[in-house]
């Protein structure tokens, strides 16, 4: 599986609509913690094919921040359903394993 990019409201709007499950990955190409856990984060996204992964740069998409309430990266957020289940943040490759297991059991 691919992660794509988000880069507006209007686009996470319109994959809601079309996936059940989403991970969403808050992240800045400055943040350290970020660059090392996009391997993991991109590796998850192939074992978990019927999860949607998506990565929004904060500093280019600073709507989709707000929205969110994005206070540091990384930030990892579930949806399912359009509807926000679950969150963490930090590089924990742990709690991020955990994150995409309990979407996957709703």
Not at 38 to 51: M, T
Not at 55 to 78: H, I, Q
Request: hydrophobic content about 35%; some cysteine.
């Amino acid at each position: 599986m691919v992660v794509n990019t988000v880069t507006s409201l209007d686009e996470y709007r319109k994959l809601t609509k079309n996936h059940e499950h989403i991970i969403i990955r808050f992240t800045a190409e400055w943040c350290g913690p970020c660059r090392m856990i996009a391997p993991d984060f991109e590796s998850l996204s192939n074992d978990y094919k019927d999860i949607h992964f998506i990565s929004v740069d904060v500093d280019n998409s600073p709507e989709l921040s707000t929205e969110f309430g994005v206070k540091a990266m990384p930030t990892f957020v579930s949806i399912k359903n359009g509807e926000k289940h679950n969150e963490f943040r930090g590089a924990d490759r742990e709690k991020l394993k955990h994150l995409v297991k309990s979407l996957q059991e709703l």
